[in-house]
Every structure is written in structure tokens, then in C-alpha cells.
């Protein structure tokens, strides 16, 4: 985290972490194991390279994800939770469960790829 801001208030703190327009999907998808960025790019394809890369840097500088680069040709780069970033696990399936019953209650359908982890409600 960005020590230069002056955090008080702990929603905040969680929200200037995991607030990004797809940190919640990619700390989603690393959930079950590492990922390579091609395999994000196909769960998440909504989100550019660019700001997927972005979102990743992001994630990685607030200690969420590890990256890690294999000195092979093509470049192998891997991503996958921290310990941190695991702990963030039940805030993100109760938020599923609470975005999904405010769709339902709206009368609109899911459509989401964070709907493969189906949290128990």
C-alpha cells in the first residue's frame, strides 16, 4: 500500500487495494492457483493488455499477488496469491454474494466470470 496516504478508515484502505476496475476478477481467478497473463487475458477479455497489465502491477506493488518471470525465450511470466492475498478470499465471495442478491432482487441475470467459484450463500 501507498504509505504516502494517510488511511484511517479500513473500507477505504480495502477499497483503494482491491478497487481497481479488475483487481476483484483477477484476485478471483488466482483463487484456485497460478495464472499466466494469457490465461487471465481469456478469463478477463473485457480488459485490455494494457490495463490488465496495469491492474497486475498494481496488485503486485500492494503485495496482493506474486509475480514471478522464467528466463526462458518466449518470456514465462506467472501469477499467483500472496499470502495477503489469499487472506482477501471470504471479503471477495461475500461481495459475490451480496452483488448477486442485489442483481436477483433487480431482476438481472449474472453475467460475470466470477461465477465459476459459485460461493455457498
Given at each position: 500500500?501507498?504509505?504516502?496516504?494517510?488511511?484511517?478508515?479500513?473500507?477505504?484502505?480495502?477499497?483503494?487495494?482491491?478497487?481497481?476496475?479488475?483487481?476483484?476478477?483477477?484476485?478471483?481467478?488466482?483463487?484456485?492457483g497460478t495464472?499466466?497473463?494469457?490465461?487471465?487475458?481469456?478469463?478477463?477479455?473485457?480488459?485490455?493488455?494494457?490495463?490488465?497489465?496495469?491492474?497486475?502491477?498494481?496488485?503486485?506493488?500492494?503485495?496482493?499477488?506474486?509475480?514471478?518471470?522464467?528466463?526462458?525465450?518466449?518470456?514465462?511470466?506467472?501469477?499467483?496469491?500472496?499470502?495477503?492475498?489469499?487472506?482477501?478470499?471470504?471479503?471477495?465471495?461475500?461481495?459475490?454474494?451480496?452483488?448477486?442478491?442485489?442483481?436477483?432482487?433487480?431482476?438481472?441475470?449474472?453475467?460475470?466470470?466470477?461465477?465459476?467459484?459459485?460461493?455457498?450463500?
Amino acid at each position: 500500500m501507498d504509505c504516502n496516504h494517510d488511511y484511517h478508515c479500513p473500507v477505504g484502505a480495502t477499497l483503494e487495494l482491491i478497487g481497481g476496475k479488475y483487481k476483484s476478477l483477477i484476485l478471483w481467478h488466482l483463487i484456485d492457483g497460478t495464472l499466466r497473463f494469457g490465461e487471465l487475458r481469456k478469463l478477463i477479455p473485457q480488459a485490455t493488455p494494457k490495463m490488465l497489465t496495469q491492474q497486475l502491477r498494481e496488485l503486485e506493488e500492494a503485495s496482493l499477488i506474486i509475480r514471478t518471470v522464467y528466463p526462458v525465450v518466449p518470456p514465462k511470466v506467472e501469477y499467483r496469491l500472496s499470502d495477503l492475498g489469499r487472506s482477501i478470499k471470504p471479503i471477495l465471495e461475500a461481495m459475490y454474494v451480496w452483488g448477486a442478491d442485489y442483481l436477483s432482487a433487480g431482476g438481472l441475470e449474472i453475467n460475470c466470470s466470477m461465477t465459476t467459484h459459485k460461493p455457498p450463500k
